[in-house]
């Protein structure tokens, strides 16, 4: 069986086959060397936008980067499909996944309306001139209830930007973003810290957990802040800490406890106050495939029993397949949109490394493969 220890191995023979360090590999892929080193011994797979650089500098297709072996040219059509498929399968499981896709008819939570951000920037050490960046380029689309939602990109396309304008962290050039029928741009810089505790949740990378406080400390913060009665929080923070499994550990803190349960304690604090949506910035990132696979079941279930509505950015290929529509950016711009639809976790994960590649325009081979 196909996993991430073959797959590290394979790199780790391909790099000394070109007579290359793990630095100096870092180097040309401009990361740390730790990364390099987490792949080679199965600890980590690479990051999405570094998949067709790799290839490239091995000089392997993705089929074989995936199969963990070079493939003959002669078989290399006939064993695309079983290698893509298999690798995936060992990924995400065997299960088909639940669709937590809302009614068309649904009510829109979030309206995202010919978006641009532009920034300028002066030009140090290059002439008197500004420079202007234009970060989010003219970008629309629409969010409906109880959806979960994936705007995927490399590194510096706009998804980070684009979050936080929807988060009231920063203000668009143009254009209008309405959470539940209110344009956010109208909103006042002294409210805009008021209107995030009302009706935003958030799931970062990192936690952002008070290490200071316990967990049900850290879940209930939100509802203290919102002025709920005392009386009534206990039962609402033991509620979804049930949904959760973490509710044997409320009283420890963060540091005492995994990294999964740390996101789960976050996904409970960001759902506990019935926020309009939850904005997830990279949520997997920190987390082993495991502990990532637990919460993106966490997440697809707040989405289907307590119709939480999720905006998620990643980068992340098996974190994308969870949800129920893809957005993917680069320059600034949403190049295409993919809608998960009626088919399992498997396929759909299969058909994003395919639009990713139509997207990239890269050479690499993501062959057409036979849906299961």
């Known amino acids: 069986m196909m996993d991430q220890v073959r797959i590290g191995a394979f790199i780790a023979e391909r790099r000394k086959a070109k007579g290359w360090t793990q630095s100096q590999l870092a180097e040309k892929l401009e990361i740390t060397d730790k990364a390099v080193s987490k792949w080679e011994t199965g600890r980590s797979m690479p990051d999405l936008s ?14 074989e980067l995936f199969a963990g072996e070079c493939i003959a040219a002669e078989t290399l059509r006939a064993k695309a499909d079983e290698v893509l498929m298999d690798v995936i399968t060992n990924w995400l499981g065997r299960d088909p996944q639940e ?41 629309s ?34 254009g209008a973003i ?34 200071t406080l316990t967990l049900y400390e850290n879940i209930a913060l939100p509802l203290t802040m919102k002025s709920v009665p005392k009386e009534n929080i206990r039962p609402m923070v033991q509620r979804i800490s049930e949904k959760l499994d973490i509710s044997a550990i409320l009283d420890k803190y963060p540091y005492e406890v995994s990294g ?15 926020p309009d949506i939850i904005l997830a910035d990279e949520p997997t990132g920190a987390l082993d495939s495991h502990a990532a ?41 949403i190049k295409a949109a993919l809608d998960r ?32």
């Open 50 to 63: 570094l998949f067709m650089p790799l290839c490239t500098l091995l000089e392997v297709t993705l089929n």
């Open 99 to 139: 669709s937590t896709a809302c009614d068309p008819a649904s009510q829109t939570v979030l309206d995202v309306e010919n978006v641009s951000k532009l920034y300028e920037t002066a030009s140090a050490g290059h002439g008197t001139e500004d420079n202007a960046v234009l970060a989010v380029n003219n970008v």
């Open 141 to 174: 689309f629409q969010i409906a209830h109880g959806s979960l939602v994936a705007i995927m990109g490399a590194s510096g396309s706009g998804k980070t930007t684009l979050l936080q304008l929807i988060a009231t962290i920063d203000k668009p050039t143009s």
């Open 178 to 211: 309405r959470i539940s029928g209110q344009n956010i741009v109208d909103i006042p810089d002294e409210a805009a810290a008021e209107f995030r505790r009302s009706h935003l949740g958030f799931v970062f990378q990192e936690y952002n957990l008070l290490e």
């Open 260 to 274: 999964g349960q740390r996101q789960r304690c976050a996904c409970a604090r960001a759902i506990v106050a019935d």
């Open 293 to 333: 696979r637990q919460l993106l079941d966490t997440l697809s279930m707040l989405c289907r029993e307590y119709g939480a509505t999720i905006l998620m950015v990643t980068h992340d290929v098996m974190a994308a397949s969870y949800c129920d529509r893809i957005l993917f950016m680069k320059d600034g711009e």
């Open 341 to 372: 639809e009626q088919k399992n976790k498997q396929t759909f994960f299969a058909d994003i490394l395919k639009k990713i590649e139509w997207i990239e325009g890269e050479s690499h081979a993501v062959l057409e493969i036979v849906n299961p």
